[in-house]
């Protein structure tokens, strides 16, 4: 049985956690899969070489992991520059020439990888599967680049595409960190007096830096990823990791955000993120749409076949609100 302490907290017994036979067989091989020894191996904060080991080392990884679903997405790629920022505007082969619809996506990565080819490739199956052009941040990044140069160069293609584009055909969206950062971009863009993107998706975002969530603690070692806290404090430098630019969770709402597209996974260390965020958002009668992913942990979501069905209606989400 479990039984509490003191201040509260619930001790509970070792437990063996079945995989869910109800999942496809390819998410219960994903499920029962050994987790690595070592969850949170990271450099010291001031260990700038080995800081820069471990993103080439998991920009291979993250490459391996995403290549595939880029394969056969017919599209034209081209470098954007927005002065020091960088982006891939990306385009499907068969777009009517009047098309006028943008989807500023900004990659994952846990706020230090995801950059070059890795972005340029998830960028492109992005593309892909929402069937519209695709303008992806290669913003900058720690070691050498701490917040907010990261923010700065996602705020500076969304003013980019506003010097052409109505707002209204803007959507911006993000996965984990790249969720971190399309809140505090929108927070910011809000708070600079820009108009706001007529809609935003954010997959299992990281927009609590602080990590308080519970299911930092309930999930943890169950999800492969494990605490990003030694990376959040390398992107955040010397700011506050509870600051809403930082930490979108903990802005104010009320003041306007657009329609919001989440997801998130019974297993995600990110849950409580997703499940915190929409209450807010509706807390705050922003329109926000949650979905959840029976198993599915952060590491693995991209990889299950059920995430072809949340694919779908992310894509009808987007078309909805491009009208």
Known sequence: MADSDDSGALHVPARVIPVPRHLSAEAQAILATPLPADLTAYPALNDTEGWRRHISNGDRNIVQMVAHRAEGVAADVRELREGQAIAYDIRPRGLAADDRRVFLDIHGGALIMGGG???????????????????????????????????????????????????????????????SL???????????GLPLPVAAVMLSPEVDLTESGDSFRTNAGIDAMGSLMQANLLYAGRADLADPYLSPLFGDFTKGFPPTFLCAGTRDLFLSNTVRLHRALRQAGVAADLHLLEGATHAAMGSFPEVAEIDREMREFCEKWWG
């Open 182 to 192: 399309v809140g505090g971009m929108v927070l910011r863009a809000r708070d600079e």
């Open 117 to 179: 080819q890795v972005c340029r490739t998830m960028g492109l199956a992005l593309a892909g599967k929402i069937g519209a052009r695709v303008v992806s941040v290669d913003y900058r990044m720690p070691p050498d680049h701490p917040y907010p140069a990261g923010l700065d160069d996602c705020l500076a293609f969304y003013r980019a595409l506003l010097r052409d584009h109505d707002p209204a055909q803007i959507i911006v969206g993000g996965l984990s960190a790249g969720g």
